[in-house]
């Protein structure tokens, strides 16, 4: 029993009973193992006291943790998991970071970084080396000044008070780890998940903006089979409608100069789905993509399939028949479960929709002036002009909140931000859908692909050889 009550401290913290000379070598025979002791089960105690509660890694077979703050030196991340031999650069990762990145049109915040990746680790003659890929990404645009008002009062519905609740501490400027800067290394382990799906079993993912405040772009302009990157990339507001994108453009520009934000809704479609992905009981693949999918942040709802809405049907109405098509699979008639039955994919596109809150932090006049004025908005307008204009909107502006100290105080919050996040948001979306399905991949390989497939129920998870060759590297 003693030896049993010992195994309660810390790991390496000496017991009161012990004395001095458990830390020094065993000099007394009182020291040495008994029979009764069991030294598994006190590793195993021991075990018990572990923490593994950080969240900011994600996977099980495809693991990736990211690092970095707003403000700090840097954001990047480490992807451990990634199978050897797969070709890849730095240029298979910058396009979907030119995509997130800031400043890139009016629209977006006017914070100016290059967002430039370099790869540190995990790659030999231009190929994964099956070991812990590290990617790294400088901060070069840091104004932490713009925050020192923040340091005292807390941003209203910005995660300022719930992180000094939790940890006591936090930093200050951009919002730290709570800074969609964090998504960086997100975006590019993404970019690696999803050249792998396309590479191993021709899985395409897509997202576009559907909803940006109350202009809704109607489900039946745009047909999710056969819509492109290029539709989706045509325009500023990544809207794969002509018509619909500028009415969403006009709507941002309307907040923007007023130095307010809306929210908005980021549609994303996954093609050529490998059947089996996900796994029951509280492994449901939806379930694994709402969790991805609702870590992003901003956001504040999500549904697939016929979502919500499908309350309003019955079940006759609801449900997909089964037919048989010409190349002798089974396939549903119409896709209300969104590609997923019973936490399982079912071979059908994937359909998804992702809500983002409007912006928390609201510009301040000055920023929003110079803003203007480098977009060439305002022209021959008298400097009163802007004075008067500056003056009406800080008092706008202004929001109540409390200080670190307790105490009611009025803030005007200041730094770059944008005024609707959903443009940006796009490849972040299509980044944890691409994570979560590698890591699915790898897990129904790894549980139901060891022994030949049964083939009058199953199919394979790859693409035909010839198939894959035809595939851009």
Known sequence: MASY???????????????PARLGSLQSPRMLPSPSLQLPARRSQCKRLEIQASGSTYGTYFRVTTFGESHGGGVGCVIDGCPPRLPLSEADMQVDLDRRRPGQSRIT???????????????????TTGSPIK????NTDQRGHDYSEMSQAYRPSHADATYDFKYGVRSVQGGGRSSARETIGRVAAGAVAKKILKQYAGT?????????????????????????????????????????????????????????????????????????LGSPVFDKLEAELAKAAMSLPATKGFEFGSGFAGTF???????????????????????RSGGIQGGISNGETIN??????????????????????????????????????????????????????????????????????????????????????????????????????????????????????????
């Open 5 to 19: 009550l010992s195994t309660k401290h810390f790991v390496g913290a000496p017991s009161s009973s012990d004395g």
């Open 204 to 276: 395409e993912i897509l997202s576009y903006v559907s909803q940006v405040h109350n202009v809704v772009l109607p489900e039946n302009l745009v047909d999710i089979e056969t819509v492109t990157l290029d539709q989706i990339e045509s325009n500023i507001v990544r809207c794969p409608n002509p018509e619909y994108a500028e009415k969403m453009i006009t709507a941002i520009d309307a907040v923007r100069v007023r130095g307010d934000s809306v929210g908005g809704v980021v549609t994303c479609i996954v093609r050529n789905v490998p059947r089996g």
């Open 135 to 138: 990617v790294e990404v400088p």
């Open 313 to 335: 049907m019955t079940g006759s109405e609801h449900n997909d028949e089964f037919y048989m098509d010409e190349q002798g699979r089974i396939r549903t008639k119409t896709n």
């Open 352 to 473: 998804m929709r992702i809500a983002f809150k409007p912006t928390s932090t609201i510009s301040t006049s000055k920023a929003l002036i110079q803003v203007l004025i480098k977009g060439q908005e305002l022209q021959n307008v008298l400097k009163l002009g802007y004075f008067i204009l500056d003056i009406e909107l800080e008092r706008a502006r202004k929001q109540n909140t409390v200080t670190r100290d307790k105490h009611d105080t009025e803030l005007i919050a200041r730094g770059r931000h944008d005024p609707c996040v959903v443009p940006r948001a796009v490849p972040m979306v299509e980044a944890m859908i691409a994570l979560v399905l590698v890591d699915q991949l790898m897990a129904q390989y790894a549980q139901c692909m060891l022994f030949p497939i049964n083939p009058a129920l199953q199919e394979p998870l790859e693409l035909p050889k010839s198939e894959q060759a035809q595939i851009p590297l």
């Open 109 to 127: 915040t006017p914070r100016k970084e290059t967002d430039t990746c370099k790869i540190a680790s995990g790659i030999a003659d231009g190929l």
